[in-house]
């Protein structure tokens, strides 16, 4: 993990096209503004977290019975 230490109005560089600016700090919190292509997803940590376990929880194996079951009355 790289640690850096940025002021306000003070920045960094990711890969040419993502910039980070440090846009105000305030009793421990920071606010961060972002410029990024349209098609760079940018999600707050907790965030992304959440979509993981969502996405875990909606791939649950199925019952191979239950998909035989279904080709039975879905028959072409």
Not at 2 to 21: A, F, P, Q, T, Y
Request: charged share 30%; glycine share 4%.
């Amino acid at each position: 993990m790289l640690i850096l230490s940025r002021k306000v109005n003070e920045g960094i560089v990711i890969d040419d096209n993502v910039h980070i600016k440090v846009i105000s700090i305030d009793r421990g919190s920071v606010r961060l503004g972002f410029e990024a292509p349209e098609s760079t997803l940018i999600l707050r940590a907790e965030l992304k977290e959440a979509i993981v376990s969502e996405n875990q929880k909606a791939s649950v194996c199925v019952d191979e019975s239950l998909l035989e079951n279904i080709k039975k009355v879905i028959k072409p």
